[in-house]
Protein backbone atom coordinates (compact mmCIF):
# COMPACT_ATOMS: atom_id res chain seq x y z
CA UNK A 1 0.00 0.00 0.00
CA UNK A 2 2.65 2.67 1.10
CA UNK A 3 4.51 1.44 -2.00
CA UNK A 4 1.35 2.52 -4.01
CA UNK A 5 0.82 5.78 -2.35
CA UNK A 6 4.81 7.14 -2.26
CA UNK A 7 5.96 5.79 -6.10
CA UNK A 8 7.59 2.15 -6.78
CA UNK A 9 10.83 4.28 -7.90
CA UNK A 10 11.89 6.59 -5.06
CA UNK A 11 12.61 6.22 -0.99
CA UNK A 12 10.38 7.02 1.75
CA UNK A 13 11.09 7.10 5.96
CA UNK A 14 7.10 5.40 5.46
CA UNK A 15 8.12 2.56 2.54
CA UNK A 16 12.06 1.91 5.15
CA UNK A 17 9.85 2.13 7.87
CA UNK A 18 7.53 -0.82 6.45
CA UNK A 19 10.35 -3.05 5.36
CA UNK A 20 12.09 -2.77 8.74
CA UNK A 21 8.78 -4.35 10.70
CA UNK A 22 8.29 -6.64 8.26
CA UNK A 23 11.73 -7.39 9.43
CA UNK A 24 11.05 -7.31 12.29
CA UNK A 25 8.13 -10.16 11.69
CA UNK A 26 9.99 -12.23 10.07
CA UNK A 27 12.61 -12.55 13.13
CA UNK A 28 10.37 -12.83 15.55
CA UNK A 29 8.94 -15.93 13.63
CA UNK A 30 12.69 -17.74 12.80
CA UNK A 31 12.56 -16.57 9.33
CA UNK A 32 16.06 -14.90 9.47
CA UNK A 33 17.61 -14.76 5.81
CA UNK A 34 13.98 -12.75 5.08
CA UNK A 35 14.10 -10.60 8.35
CA UNK A 36 18.31 -10.13 6.67
CA UNK A 37 17.15 -9.13 3.79
CA UNK A 38 14.25 -6.72 4.64
CA UNK A 39 16.56 -4.96 7.75
CA UNK A 40 19.51 -4.51 4.55
CA UNK A 41 16.59 -3.11 1.97
CA UNK A 42 15.23 -0.54 5.34
CA UNK A 43 18.99 0.54 5.97
CA UNK A 44 19.57 0.98 2.06
CA UNK A 45 16.68 3.27 1.73
CA UNK A 46 17.28 5.32 5.38
CA UNK A 47 20.67 5.72 3.78
CA UNK A 48 19.25 7.08 0.86
CA UNK A 49 17.10 9.35 2.69
CA UNK A 50 19.28 10.69 5.41
CA UNK A 51 22.64 10.41 3.65
CA UNK A 52 25.51 8.52 4.69
CA UNK A 53 27.41 11.04 6.47
CA UNK A 54 25.00 12.26 8.59
CA UNK A 55 23.91 10.45 11.32
CA UNK A 56 20.04 9.27 11.61
CA UNK A 57 18.39 7.40 14.55
CA UNK A 58 16.73 5.30 11.68
CA UNK A 59 20.01 5.06 10.52
CA UNK A 60 20.93 3.27 13.88
CA UNK A 61 18.40 1.19 14.65
CA UNK A 62 18.77 -0.19 11.51
CA UNK A 63 22.01 -1.04 12.07
CA UNK A 64 21.27 -2.84 15.44
CA UNK A 65 18.47 -4.74 13.98
CA UNK A 66 20.98 -5.84 11.09
CA UNK A 67 22.90 -6.98 13.40
CA UNK A 68 20.90 -8.47 16.00
CA UNK A 69 19.83 -11.03 12.69
CA UNK A 70 23.28 -11.39 12.22
CA UNK A 71 24.09 -12.65 15.53
CA UNK A 72 21.37 -14.93 15.18
CA UNK A 73 22.57 -16.54 12.08
CA UNK A 74 25.90 -17.03 13.72
CA UNK A 75 27.94 -14.21 11.86
CA UNK A 76 29.01 -12.59 14.35
CA UNK A 77 31.78 -10.36 13.08
CA UNK A 78 29.37 -9.13 11.15
CA UNK A 79 27.18 -8.68 14.08
CA UNK A 80 29.58 -7.31 15.86
CA UNK A 81 30.29 -4.32 13.27
CA UNK A 82 26.72 -3.94 12.75
CA UNK A 83 25.84 -3.18 16.48
CA UNK A 84 29.41 -0.81 16.68
CA UNK A 85 27.93 1.33 14.10
CA UNK A 86 24.24 1.47 15.95
CA UNK A 87 26.18 2.68 18.94
CA UNK A 88 29.04 4.92 17.09
CA UNK A 89 25.87 6.02 15.42
CA UNK A 90 23.48 6.64 18.43
CA UNK A 91 26.36 8.36 20.36
CA UNK A 92 27.02 10.92 17.80
CA UNK A 93 23.32 11.74 17.73
CA UNK A 94 22.75 11.80 21.71
CA UNK A 95 26.25 12.98 23.08
CA UNK A 96 29.17 11.04 23.56
CA UNK A 97 29.31 9.98 27.36
CA UNK A 98 25.65 10.83 28.04
CA UNK A 99 23.22 8.22 29.27
CA UNK A 100 20.58 7.05 26.85
CA UNK A 101 18.28 4.51 26.04
CA UNK A 102 19.38 3.58 22.55
CA UNK A 103 23.05 3.93 23.83
CA UNK A 104 22.62 1.50 26.71
CA UNK A 105 20.94 -1.03 24.21
CA UNK A 106 23.36 -0.84 22.09
CA UNK A 107 26.03 -1.60 24.42
CA UNK A 108 23.99 -4.84 25.41
CA UNK A 109 24.26 -5.87 21.78
CA UNK A 110 27.62 -5.41 21.72
CA UNK A 111 28.05 -7.32 25.04
CA UNK A 112 25.47 -10.29 24.19
CA UNK A 113 27.57 -10.71 20.87
CA UNK A 114 30.97 -11.05 22.45
CA UNK A 115 29.56 -13.36 25.15
CA UNK A 116 28.50 -15.45 21.87
CA UNK A 117 32.31 -15.03 20.70
CA UNK A 118 32.99 -16.17 23.72
CA UNK A 119 35.22 -13.13 24.94
CA UNK A 120 33.71 -13.01 27.89
CA UNK A 121 35.74 -9.97 29.68
CA UNK A 122 34.35 -7.88 26.68
CA UNK A 123 30.53 -9.28 26.98
CA UNK A 124 30.68 -8.16 30.87
CA UNK A 125 32.49 -4.85 30.18
CA UNK A 126 29.76 -3.61 27.76
CA UNK A 127 26.74 -4.88 29.74
CA UNK A 128 27.92 -3.64 32.74
CA UNK A 129 27.93 -0.46 30.94
CA UNK A 130 24.33 -1.38 29.58
CA UNK A 131 23.07 -2.16 32.90
CA UNK A 132 24.87 1.15 34.89
CA UNK A 133 23.40 3.09 32.06
CA UNK A 134 19.94 2.07 32.39
CA UNK A 135 20.07 1.74 35.73
CA UNK A 136 20.90 5.57 35.85
CA UNK A 137 17.93 5.97 33.67
CA UNK A 138 15.77 4.36 35.08
CA UNK A 139 16.41 4.32 38.80
CA UNK A 140 19.07 1.53 40.96
CA UNK A 141 15.78 -0.67 41.72
CA UNK A 142 14.19 -0.23 38.48
CA UNK A 143 11.54 -3.12 37.68
CA UNK A 144 12.10 -2.25 33.89
CA UNK A 145 11.53 -5.24 31.53
CA UNK A 146 14.94 -4.37 30.02
CA UNK A 147 16.98 -4.23 33.17
CA UNK A 148 15.51 -7.51 34.35
CA UNK A 149 16.25 -9.15 30.86
CA UNK A 150 20.00 -7.62 30.66
CA UNK A 151 20.84 -8.85 34.50
CA UNK A 152 19.57 -12.32 33.01
CA UNK A 153 22.52 -11.81 29.94
CA UNK A 154 24.84 -10.54 32.58
CA UNK A 155 24.44 -13.61 35.13
CA UNK A 156 25.03 -16.00 31.76
CA UNK A 157 28.41 -14.50 31.08
CA UNK A 158 29.43 -14.27 34.65
CA UNK A 159 28.45 -18.41 34.85
CA UNK A 160 30.63 -18.43 31.96
CA UNK A 161 33.75 -17.11 33.31
Known sequence: MKLAIHGYDRSHPDIAGSLKNIGNVYRRQGELNEASEMYKQSLEMYLAIHG??????????????LGIVYRLQGELSE????????????????????????IAKSLW????????????????????????????????????ADTKDLLCDLADVYEDQ
Open 109 to 144: SIGVVHHKRKVLSQAAKFLEDSLGMLQFLHGQNSQN
Open 52 to 65: HDKPHPDVAASLKS
Open 79 to 102: ALEKCKQSLEMYSAIHGHGKPHTD
